[in-house]
Each structure stands twice: as structure tokens, then as C-alpha cells.
């Protein structure tokens, strides 16, 4: 079992910036990658960024160039710099990882993510 506590939403008008942070407890030694996705109204949860280890990562188009991924593997946790955000951006954002062996998704409880025009 993983827990996948976030921290760090809230409201910021566009053009700012907000750092999402993600802390793993449990059975750490069973997961590798982890990420963000995003669910707004109305809307299918997306994938945002995710990242293996400290150095491979992956963006959706929509946030690359804007949004950096890292992850600290002594501290298991996993963060998200959200920089030059756009309304558009606003979500419930969502921390996530995935058993190794069984496939079995973990997610955090989310975070609201709000940018005003």
C-alpha cells in the first residue's frame, strides 16, 4: 500500500506561479514512476508530467516549457513548478503512482488548482 499526500494548490492569477508537493509513504520500494494529472469540470483526468527516478521525465504539450517535474527520492516526494500559468490550467490536480508488480494506480487526494484572468 502507498499514500500520496498534496499539498501547495490554490489561487493565482495568470502569469504567476504555484508548486504543487507530493509525499509517498508506505511500501516505497514498489513504485517507480511517478506524476501529476489534472481533472477540470466537466473534463477526462489528463496527464501533466510524470517522472522515473530523477532525470527522465514527461510532459503533456499543453505544459511544456511552463511546468517542471522533480522528484527527491530521499524524501519520496515528487513536485510540480507550475510557472507562467494560464486559466485554462485551473483543475483538481492529482498525485500518482503505480505498483510494480501488481499495476495497481495510487492517487492522492487532489489539490485545487484556480487561475483567475
Known amino acids: 500500500q502507498v499514500w500520496l499526500v498534496e499539498s501547495g494548490g490554490g489561487l493565482v492569477q495568470a502569469g504567476g506561479s504555484l508548486r504543487l508537493s507530493c509525499a509517498a509513504s508506505?511500501?516505497?520500494?514498489?513504485?517507480?514512476?511517478m506524476g501529476w494529472y489534472r481533472q477540470a469540470p466537466g473534463k477526462q483526468r489528463e496527464l501533466v508530467a510524470t517522472i522515473i527516478s530523477t532525470s527522465s521525465t514527461n510532459y503533456a504539450d499543453s505544459v511544456k516549457g511552463r511546468f517542471t517535474i522533480s522528484r527527491d527520492n530521499a524524501k519520496n516526494t515528487v513536485s510540480l513548478q507550475m510557472n507562467s500559468l494560464k486559466t485554462e490550467d485551473t483543475a483538481v490536480y492529482y498525485c500518482?503512482?503505480?505498483?510494480?508488480?501488481?499495476?495497481?494506480?495510487?492517487w492522492g487526494q487532489g489539490t485545487q488548482v484556480t487561475v483567475s484572468s
Open positions: 500518482h503512482t503505480r505498483n510494480l508488480l501488481t499495476s495497481r494506480d495510487y
Open positions: 508506505g511500501s516505497i520500494y514498489i513504485i517507480e514512476a
